[in-house]
């Protein structure tokens, strides 16, 4: 018996990023396709107290945010007061 693989994969280069990427033979990532960034997105380490970050992750939950979202908010808060 002669099994055939039920999706047949490529690997290619993306455009931008050139890093090695599964490619499916039907659908999968178009350019343009999908969500619109918002920003450039910037790897940023924070260290906050524990009890600081329970309160953080309690507000997320309570209002279905993620962290990313609310410090985002907060920052763009802090700056928009300064014009």
Not at 61 to 74: I, K, N
Request: charged content about 30%.
């Amino acid at each position: 018996m002669i099994m055939e693989p039920r999706n047949k994969v490529k690997i290619g280069i993306p455009d931008e990023e050139g890093q090695l990427s599964f490619m499916f033979t039907r659908g999968g990532a178009r350019r343009g396709a999908g969500r619109k960034g918002i920003g450039t997105t910037r790897k940023v380490s924070l260290t906050l107290s524990e009890v600081t970050w329970d309160r953080l992750d309690a507000y997320c939950d309570d209002h279905q945010f993620t962290r990313s979202e609310v410090l985002r908010g907060m920052i763009e808060h802090y700056f928009s007061d300064q014009n």
